[in-house]
């Protein structure tokens, strides 16, 4: 999964290498949102079986929207949704095969499985 992010500090793209995500304001999540808005464990993307992308709301106080829209359930993504944490913003991708050509070129940093990260400026 590709995650290209919005927030408070400089917009960079994030791939990590796994079948689910999670998102939130603590450093035990894969990608951490600096933002009070933010749960400690905020909300998570799963790939099922099906190959289908699901985004779920882990609970969160202030709630998480795709393309503005706030979610009450597990909701689909699809390549180019925008996932929103408070005032941030997160573009997902499912692969970076599947970024859109007119998507902004963004610092890469790759997490594989053991959590270390490198960062690659050419993506």
């Not at 793209?13 to 749960?39: L, Q």
């Not at 909300?43 to 099906?50: D, F, G, I, K, T």
């Not at 180019?80 to 007119?102: C, M, Q, T, Y």
Request: glycine letters at 4%; aromatic letters at 4%; proline letters at 6%.
């Amino acid at each position: 999964m590709v995650f290209d992010i919005y927030d408070d500090k400089m917009p960079r793209r994030i791939k990590i290498d796994a079948e689910h995500v999670t998102i939130g304001r603590t450093a035990d999540n894969d990608i951490i949102i600096h933002e009070k808005c933010a749960s400690r464990q905020h909300c998570q993307v799963r790939l099922e079986s099906s190959g289908d992308y699901i985004l779920h709301d882990l609970r969160s106080r202030n709630g998480t929207s795709i393309n503005q829209k706030l979610i009450d359930q597990p909701s689909p993504l699809n390549n180019g949704d925008e996932i929103n944490v408070g005032k941030s913003a997160l573009r997902f991708w499912s692969s970076p095969e599947n970024i859109d050509k007119s998507a902004p070129k963004l610092p890469l940093v790759v997490k594989d499985s053991t959590s270390k990260t490198a960062e690659d400026p050419r993506v």
